[in-house]
């Protein structure tokens, strides 16, 4: 898929198997008691997902990406880069995604400091 099918694609796990081959998210994960972790469902984070070890430990499922310092759900980051690739106004932005200016001019000065 291409990063634009992947900015509109409603499937969490499709998006977080692509930012995998891509190597944006990491596919795997050791716990600190050694097993490996797998992928589960757990609605009451911000992407749906988490990496859980069968001793029972959690851990976010952006863990050791470049993803774990933002807390906007993935598929508006996506969304942001996108627009931002774009050179879409930051208004118009604010309204397709339903979230603030302040939000969006936040995100693109951490994005900077990463990738410049
Ligand atoms: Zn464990």
Redesign the pocket.
Known sequence: MKFVEICECPDIDKILDWLQEKNLLPSMLI?????K?ERKIREDVVDGRVWR?????RKSIRTNSFFSQFSLSLKIILKLILYLALQMKQIDQAKLLGISRPTIISFQQRLRLIAC
């Open positions: 716990c600190q008691c050694g097993k972790c070890c069968s001793c029972g430990r």
